[in-house]
């Protein structure tokens, strides 16, 4: 398993932005794919996107033009610009990575979570 970190949650208002990061114990470099989910409160974890090695990427429908994810691999660090923020993004976003991690599974390692509340 990939020790994760995230940082950067917090509150904003609607339409506003944020920028979710995490820290990976070791280089990232061998990873292939890392990926950002997220769960609210009764709902399903989802993926909300995922970036390979190489830069590709994959993103929900929901954030497709919102979101955007990145990868600093001199970092160990993933990122992900979120702008345009709308109520229903409010939820605890977590980093993926590790074994079996995909654009449509996750891998598994998870960070501890960080929340993201977007008021109306």
């Known amino acids: 398993q990939v020790p994760l970190v995230e940082s950067g949650g917090g509150l904003v208002q609607a339409g506003g932005s944020l920028r979710l990061s995490c820290a990976a114990s070791?280089?990232?470099?061998?990873?292939?794919?890392m990926g950002w989910y997220r769960q609210a409160p009764g709902k399903q974890r989802e993926l909300v996107a995922a970036?390979?090695?190489?830069?590709?990427?994959n993103y929900a429908d929901s954030v497709k033009g919102r979101f955007t994810i990145s990868r600093d691999n001199a970092k160990n660090t993933v990122y992900l610009q979120m702008n345009s923020l709308k109520p229903e993004d409010s939820a605890v976003y977590y980093c993926n990575a590790g074994r079996g991690a995909s654009f449509y599974y996750p891998g598994d390692s998870w960070g501890q979570g960080t929340q993201v509340t977007v008021s109306s």
């Open positions: 070791g280089s990232i470099f061998v990873i292939n794919v």
């Open positions: 970036i390979t090695r190489g830069g590709t990427t």
